[in-house]
């Protein structure tokens, strides 16, 4: 299957280097101390933070979110267990835990909708959420993932394009710090383009942590403009 047209756009009309429309939203649980909805492309997910108290992370897609593609395994969900892991260790590397001690942090992201990248835009909610709860945080965490196929590398795949079996590499940075956080990869790759596909990958991790600052600068903005300051 042709991925990549010979006037080099996608399926779903981008350039390989294109990143998905995102959009986020802060504050959309007003229950809980933080919160935020992520959006990257057809891809929805929200998060929710409650504390501080010990980091705990819970990921779980709605039933809703993937039509008839979703199937409940019974006896527990592996995907999601090692999801839940992978974003709370991601989350750990940039709460400044040792401000808070015996205190416990909990966030909990559900995937409204889902169209490949759905770890990502959680990782990319949850800091948002984080943040809009007032935990301490040493930088942002922010994540996006690319992959590698009919020899292009392309920025943040859809789900066709996830389903294509080609290699698929998330990363999650710290963009102040200049740090990898998270590194994730499926399937196989040339060893001479990994380099390549990461680069791109970490690209758009600080595209979106770009966007990210807008967002929280603009709610600061709208809380003093609400608070008369
Ligand atoms: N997916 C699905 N049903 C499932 C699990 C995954 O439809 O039970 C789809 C969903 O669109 C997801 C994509 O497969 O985004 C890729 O899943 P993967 O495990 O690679 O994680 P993700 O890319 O979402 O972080």
Redesign the pocket.
């Known amino acids: 299957m042709e991925y990549v047209s010979p006037e080099g756009l996608r399926l779903d009309g981008r350039r390989p280097m294109e990143m998905r429309q995102i959009r986020a939203e802060i504050g959309a649980v007003s229950k809980a101390d933080g919160s935020a909805i992520f959006e990257m492309g057809n ?1 929805k997910v929200i998060a929710a933070v409650y504390g501080p108290r010990e980091v705990r992370c819970e990921y779980s ?1 709605a039933n809703f979110s ?1 039509g008839d ?3 409940k395994p019974k006896g527990g969900d592996r ?1 999601s267990t090692e ?1 839940s892991l992978v974003i709370r260790q991601t989350m750990e590397a940039c709460i400044l835990t040792h401000l808070m001690p015996r205190s416990q942090i909990d966030i909990y992201v559900q995937v409204l909708q ?7 835009a959680c990782i990319n909610a949850a800091t948002l959420a984080l943040a809009d709860a007032g935990i301490p945080m040493r930088d942002l965490v922010t994540s996006c ?1 690319a992959g590698y196929l009919n020899s292009t590398p392309l920025l943040d795949l859809n ?1 066709v394009e ?2 294509a079996g080609g290699p ?1 590499v ?1 990363v999650g940075i710290l963009p102040k710090l200049d740090k990898v956080t998270l590194l994730q990869m ?1 399937s196989k790759l040339p060893i001479d383009i990994l380099e390549n596909v990461m680069q791109l990958a970490t690209e758009g991790c600080k595209a979106i942590a770009n966007y990210i600052r807008e967002v929280l600068l603009e709610n600061t903005k709208q809380l003093e403009y609400r608070r008369g300051v």
């Open positions: 891809t897609m993937t593609r979703m199937r995907r999801i889902a169209d490949g990248g759905t770890r990502s993932s789900y996830d389903s698929d998330t499926d």
